[in-house]
């Protein structure tokens, strides 16, 4: 299983980014999957921001995603896109793409074992 992301950069406050998640290998094409997207900043812990499910396409999102943040799929849950409006300093992070089978729930940044290797995120004033 391999998930990357792409997409982070330099931007400055009130901009947008779009990332992106590939996820490939899933052995079990046939169960539902959870893909969500995390971000940690430095000296903090990491956050969740927002979740989709293949099970029904349904996005979840925390607080600090609402109505700024946008998660969405393609048809194959192959490709998971974060676009990112409004930024903000306190944006400024590493993003992660992780996903695990299963539904998304509170849970997922804890238990999934699948976990890009994240895209740096800088908000510049």
Request: aromatic share 12%; hydrophobic share 30%; charged share 20%.
């Amino acid at each position: 299983v391999q998930l990357v992301e792409s997409g982070g950069g330099l931007v400055p406050v009130g901009g947008s980014l779009r990332l992106s998640c590939l996820a490939s290998g899933f052995p079990f094409g046939g169960y539902a999957r959870a893909i969500g997207w995390f971000r940690q900043a430095p000296g903090k812990d990491r956050e969740g921001l927002a979740c989709i499910s293949s099970r029904d396409g349904r996005p979840y999102y925390r607080e600090s995603a609402k109505g700024r943040f946008t998660i969405s799929s393609d048809n194959a849950y192959k490709k998971v896109d974060l676009q990112m409006n409004s930024l903000k300093l306190e944006d400024t992070a590493v993003y992660f793409c992780a996903s695990d089978y299963g539904d998304c729930d509170a849970g997922l940044g804890s238990r999934a074992p699948y976990w890009g290797q994240g895209t740096q995120v800088t908000v510049s004033s």
